[in-house]
């Protein structure tokens, strides 16, 4: 069993900053694990993908972020990171941590809030 455990959301005026967390764990090991991302979904639209990491460091970023945000990953610890800065009302989501294993596995953490007020 694998479990996701995000941490990191929270309230921030707009121009702020949030640095979102997912820690990995469970019968995992980062050898596992391919791809460890984040996604986003705000209310009354689909979830969409803000970043993701692929185990040699690629990155994917989704057209919104226009290098406001960075993915970064630690494998000792089975943790993405995802730094946010200058944040937007309309960044406002939740947002939730995704891991894909090299067995075809996909996890979904349980989602944290972040909300920019304008």
């Known amino acids: 069993q694998v479990q996701l455990v995000e941490s990191g959301g929270g309230l921030v005026q707009a121009g702020g900053s949030l640095r979102l967390s997912c820690a990995a764990s469970?019968?995992?090991?980062?050898?596992?694990?391919?791809?460890m991302g984040w996604y986003r979904q705000a209310p009354g639209r689909q979830r969409e993908l803000v970043a993701r990491?692929?185990?040699?460091?690629?990155?994917n970023y989704g057209d919104f972020v226009k290098g406001r945000f960075t993915i970064s990953r630690d494998n000792a610890k089975n943790t993405v990171y995802l730094q946010m800065n200058s944040l937007k009302p309309e960044d406002t989501a939740v947002y939730y941590c995704?891991?894909?294993?090299?067995?075809?596995?996909?996890?979904w953490g349980q989602g944290t809030q972040v909300t920019v007020s304008s």
């Open positions: 990491i692929i185990s040699g460091g690629s990155t």
């Open positions: 995704n891991i894909i294993l090299w067995s075809g596995g996909n996890h």
């Open positions: 469970g019968r995992i090991f980062s050898i596992n694990i391919n791809t």
